[in-house]
């Protein structure tokens, strides 16, 4: 039997151009798995079951995400680094690749991942940085939106802001910290959690952008969280705006 060995990935994408990471039944369809398991077995001479840290949704963007997998194969991690970005830039960079420990695995091995949502409000959108970023050419109030966000840290079941998973799927999660700081003419925020839900940081954003225009007090954050409803926590923020920055793991 051939020995075995686990690569991880560290991958940065601009994810305009593909429908979110996992792979889809219709290959026309491109998503970053996809482009992904297209290109290792010519490398690698071999197909491979890839494990993330984070599945992310289309048209979401990634600084800091992690893919690992394992292979029989001889080539060196900066090999096959050096061979998917020759094929993949500037839209995905692998940053790193390295041999991982044994056992490793990208999703369950992680700890928190670490989402940022960019809000442009300026007058006039910034053609080189407008597809990273929603334009909200409208004023937002900071401090009320910090104030709505802290009734979303600890654990909660968020069922209000999400995507339901599904019958017999927790959707409680842990939502470490959040902050929403004014840089400029943006509005940056960030989340941290054990792990997240389907749409639930676009979820969120939309929310607290209704606070940030006056349209919702912080305390009904609270409100619309207890009530475990869909509905109420309004419009979806787009997809553009949101980047997985980091994935964070426990030495083992």
């Known amino acids: 039997m051939a020995t075995t060995h686990t690569i991880r990935l560290d991958l ?14 219709d290959p026309s369809v491109r998503t970053v798995e996809g482009v992904l398991r297209e290109l290792l077995p010519r490398t690698l001479g071999e197909d491979v079951r890839l494990a993330v840290a984070g599945r992310t949704d289309a048209g979401v963007h990634a600084r800091g995400q992690v893919v690992s997998f394992v292979t029989s194969s001889r080539r060196r991690p900066e090999q096959i680094q050096a061979f998917l970005n020759g094929h993949l830039a ?15 695995h990208a999703r369950y ?3 928190f991942r670490e989402y940022r949502y960019v809000i442009d409000t300026a007058a006039v959108s910034d053609p080189f940085t407008g597809r990273f970023e929603l ?4 004023a937002l109030d900071v401090p009320a939106m910090r104030a709505g966000l802290r009734h979303l840290v600890g654990q909660h079941d968020f069922a209000s802001f999400c995507r339901h998973p599904g019958a017999g799927k927790s959707t ?13 003419d943006r509005v940056v925020l960030r989340f941290r959690a054990n792990a997240f839900l389907h749409q639930m940081v676009r979820s969120m954003v939309g929310a607290i952008v209704r606070v940030g225009e006056g349209k919702v007090e912080p305390g009904q954050i609270a409100r619309i969280l207890a009530a475990r409803d869909r509905t109420g926590a309004g419009t979806l923020a787009p ?4 980047t997985l920055e980091r994935v964070t793991y426990r030495r083992r």
């Open 239 to 242: 997809a553009r705006g949101l």
């Open 172 to 184: 409680i999660r842990d939502l470490q910290r959040v902050t929403v700081r004014r840089e400029g």
């Open 90 to 104: 500037p839209e995905v960079a692998v940053v790193a690749a390295s041999v991982a420990p044994e056992g490793f």
């Open 109 to 111: 091995w992680a700890t």
């Open 135 to 138: 334009h909200h050419p409208r």
């Open 12 to 25: 940065a994408y601009d994810g305009t151009g593909f429908r979110g990471w996992a792979q889809q039944r």
